[in-house]
């Protein structure tokens, strides 16, 4: 094998290995291999069971994994083998397994995967053990794993090279499993409410069904630009005029914006819309889901995440947003208050403030997000948003506001639901609007969705929807504070080394 690299005397040991192994008549990095025991099962069904109990019963085994510990005796040897979900213990004797077999082993490296069938047995010190009868070798590792306890520490590393932090962090392989656990509770829980899951199209013609910076790519055949799409609404709307009454995707989703320990770029939501409901289902949805993943994937109902416990088994809290702002600052934005006065109002609290807004409904937001958010500890939806930030929602009896709600727990954003607007003069009204916006510089604006439109003329029903990102509902749910734990190999700067 040859490389450019510089490699450590124990990777030059291992490759000075693979001839001996071809000496041997064994690929270095094996075939097919039949296994049919998981480690966690065997230790399941024969824990507890006694010296004598074992030998009577002469249960045979036979599992694949790494080797994780080797201890050499001369002619006989102990070692570990991790496979998926556990560790157990191996004798090998050369008068059992045989000189040539024997002669294969004793090449193995800490990380090599092989197989091993056998019978289990008891050893003095009362540990379970597999006394191998066949020994197989499968794949060479070719470089030291970390140490369990002091290597791969170091965040970025382990983020970078999320395969070998599975290989030796069990809490990073736990929070790895658990993602897809959750998941599957959240499908079971729509399906069982009857709600249909679809799939629609990653690449987009125009912008829209949210507010956000888009990645944008190229359509050769069509020589035309196309968007990675930013939520999955329209198209969900759209199923709902074509008869889908209770619809839902989870799917990938791009934005082009910053970093943090709460975003990435491309991350992965739930959008739910139900015919003929309105923001009170989608908040018994909300709540529902938060318990059921509660009770069903991690089993308990307070959830320590951000230095808080969060308590899901208590009802969630409702309050407007202008509600919320006046409780903090003592400002009642359900007043007639100019723009002019809001902005003062802004400047003497000082509140940051954008060139392109013109109304007073962008400034309580920011009013919201500066004095508010961090507050809401404990689950509270967040209801009745200023029409200017919601361009997809029906409006309440005052104009002013949209029929929204947003979830907050521990300060942070976990959906955001309508009731969805249905009027198509009404939904142009808003396009145009945020048609303006773009022009006056906000970078986030909906395009004209001419298709959306002429969809809702046909008549789409009065409907709730809503989206819940599952990469923070995953964070929540593993008690982890980045969206890194949760993402197998997030997007990261590139790294010196090229990887």
Not at 375 to 399: A, G, M, R
Request: with cysteine.
């Amino acid at each position: 094998m040859e490389t450019n690299e510089k490699i450590s005397d124990q990777e030059a040991a291992r490759l000075a290995k693979l001839p001996k192994y071809e000496e041997l008549g064994v690929d270095p990095f094996g075939s097919r291999y039949d296994w049919k025991d998981q480690i966690k099962d065997i230790r399941a069904s024969h824990a507890g069971k006694s010296a004598e109990q074992l030998e009577a019963e002469a249960i045979k085994v036979n599992v694949a994994g790494r080797l994780s510990a080797i201890r050499m005796m001369g002619k006989a040897a102990f070692v570990n083998v991790k496979d998926e979900y556990g560790t157990i213990q191996v004798w090998i004797g050369k008068n059992v397994i045989g000189e040539e077999a024997y002669a294969v082993f004793k090449l193995a490296d800490l990380g090599d995967i092989v197989g091993i069938e056998g019978t289990l047995m008891l050893t003095r010190t009362g540990e379970l053990t597999i006394k191998c009868e066949k020994y197989t070798h499968i794949t060479k590792c070719l470089k030291p794993l970390p140490e369990k306890w002091h290597g791969l520490t170091d965040r970025e590393e382990r983020y970078r090279k999320r395969y070998l932090d599975l290989l030796v962090n069990d809490e990073s392989r736990r929070i790895a499993l658990l993602r897809p656990a959750l998941v599957k509770a959240i499908r079971d829980y729509c399906d069982n409410l009857g709600f249909v899951e679809v799939e629609t199209s990653v690449l987009s013609p125009i912008l829209g069904g949210a507010s956000a910076r888009p990645f944008v790519t190229h359509h050769n055949a069509l020589d035309k630009d196309f968007y990675l799409r930013i939520a999955t609404e329209l198209n969900l709307k759209k199923c709902m005029v074509g008869g889908i009454d209770r619809v839902y995707e989870i799917g990938r989703i791009f934005r082009n914006e910053g970093i943090d320990t709460k975003h990435n770029p491309e991350f992965t939501t739930i959008e739910l819309y139900q015919a003929y409901g309105d923001l009170g289902d989608m908040m018994e949805w909300a709540e529902g889901l938060f318990r059921k993943l509660a009770k069903d994937v991690v089993k308990k109902e307070v959830i320590h995440w951000d230095d808080h416990d969060i308590d899901l088994s208590k009802p969630f809290r409702r309050a407007s947003m202008a509600e919320l702002i006046k409780e903090q600052t003592g400002i009642d934005f359900t007043e007639d208050i100019p723009f002019e006065k809001a902005v003062e109002l802004a400047k003497e609290r000082k509140v940051t403030l954008e060139k392109s807004w013109n109304s007073t409904g962008y400034i309580m937001q920011a009013f919201f997000d500066t004095f508010v958010e961090d507050t809401l500890i404990q689950p509270t939806f967040v209801h009745t948003y200023p029409i200017e930030l919601s361009p997809l929602t029906k409006k309440t009896k005052d104009p002013r506001f949209v029929d929204r709600f947003e979830l907050f727990i521990g300060g942070t954003e976990f959906g955001n639901a309508y009731s969805e607007l249905n009027n198509p003069f009404d939904q142009k009204e808003r396009f145009l609007a945020q048609l303006a916006a773009r022009e006056r510089g906000d970078e986030e604006a909906n395009d004209m969705d001419l298709s959306f439109l002429d969809a809702l003329s046909y008549g789409m029903p009065p409907a709730g929807g809503i989206g819940v990102g599952i990469d923070r509902l995953a964070m929540f749910f593993a008690e982890v504070d980045s969206i890194r734990e949760v993402l197998l190999f997030p997007t990261l700067k590139p790294s010196k080394e090229g990887l």
